[in-house]
């Protein structure tokens, strides 16, 4: 072995750590993804799409999963307070609310976000005295909403409808 092709070895190496460096810095800050299609946002190495057709929860959802993605599912309170900012500056009216991904349509009382994990309760945001499943109508409340006709306190601005 020559001196020279240790020499090349050694460089070998140094560029091997330096791109593991890279990928571990990328992984660390969550730059994995630092893009989103136009007029969708980056927040937390996600994107989001926020939709201002009228439309059911069924409808969102399809046009959701045509867009690659899904209703959003909320995974901590962080992203609860970007979510909750961000839908309270899109609405023009009182009654303007926006679907997330939750639902209690399999089982009366069981919430599941739209990956059928179950919801954490210290992760819930439910408005006041929400869920409610609405006594007055057979068929009950299944879907959930933020809507923030009665303010957010603490971020608290769910409802199901
Ligand atoms: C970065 O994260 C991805 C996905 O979690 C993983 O597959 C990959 O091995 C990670 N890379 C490093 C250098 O840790
Ligand atoms: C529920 O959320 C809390 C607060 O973020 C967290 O500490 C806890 O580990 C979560 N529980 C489960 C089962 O994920």
């Excluded at 330096?18 to 969550?30: I, M, Q, R, Y």
């Excluded at 045509?66 to 609860?80: A, N, P, T, W, Y």
């Excluded at 089982?107 to 990956?115: A, F, I, Q, S």
């Amino acid at each position: 072995k020559t001196l020279k092709d240790e020499n090349e070895a050694l460089k070998k190496n140094l560029q091997t750590l330096k791109d593991e460096n890279e990928a571990l810095k990328k992984n660390l800050t969550g730059d994995t993804c630092p893009k989103c299609e136009e007029d969708w946002e980056l927040h937390g190495g996600k994107c989001y799409y926020f939709s201002t057709r009228d439309s059911s929860w069924y409808q969102s959802r399809d046009d959701c999963r045509r867009g690659g993605g899904d209703l959003v599912k909320i995974d901590s309170r962080e992203e609860q307070s970007f979510l909750e900012l961000r839908v309270r500056q899109k609405m023009n009216k009182d009654d303007d609310s926006f679907w997330i991904g939750l639902t209690d349509s399999k089982e009366e009382g069981k919430w599941l976000w739209v990956d059928d994990s179950p919801l954490n309760t210290s992760l819930a945001f439910w408005s006041g005295t929400q869920p409610n499943n609405y006594p007055y109508v057979p068929e009950g409340e299944d879907c959930v909403m933020m809507e923030m006709k009665r303010g957010a306190d603490d971020l608290k601005c769910w409802h199901d409808v």
